[in-house]
């Protein structure tokens, strides 16, 4: 459903005889080929550290509550990790769904008003910064 989505949103091809700067970044520019934003690569770590420690946390606790040894029950540990892998990537699948459509109704959006998004002029830190030059040690003191 996605990707069928995606692929409907045909991009008039930007940087032709009519837009030869590369100066310019287009706002259709910063979504990669299949029209999604790029992920942060710390998410999927946080999504599957956080649930498997939760189920993890979970077993030991029942063990605790019912005054067994914490490492007592293997085998529910487990389980309990194996769940929250499972959790875990269908959450991550769910998060991705969401951005891919979100990205998808952004980017048809943009490529529906160009004249609302006019493009961006990429500048240097030369033109951004007044030029500065330090004072002699003296005068400071």
């Not at 991550?92 to 891919?100: D, G, N, Q, S, Y």
Request: include cysteine; glycine fraction near 6%.
């Amino acid at each position: 459903m996605i990707l069928d989505a995606i692929s409907r949103c045909n991009m008039a091809p930007y940087h032709t005889e009519e837009y030869p700067n590369r100066y310019f970044k287009y706002p259709v520019e910063y979504f990669y080929g299949d029209g999604s934003l790029s992920e942060n690569p710390f998410i999927p770590v946080i999504i599957y550290g956080t649930t498997i420690s939760t189920f993890l946390g979970g077993s030991l606790w029942h063990n605790h509550l019912m005054k067994r040894p914490l490492i007592s029950g293997v085998h529910r540990h487990i389980g309990y990790v194996t769940m929250g892998i499972g959790v875990a990537y269908l959450f991550r699948k769910w998060r991705l769904t969401k951005l891919a459509e979100r990205d998808a109704a952004i980017r048809h959006y943009i490529e529906l008003h160009p004249e609302d998004f006019p493009p961006v002029e990429k500048r240097q830190y030369r033109d951004i910064f007044a030029e500065w030059y330090p004072r002699d040690r003296k005068s400071v003191v």
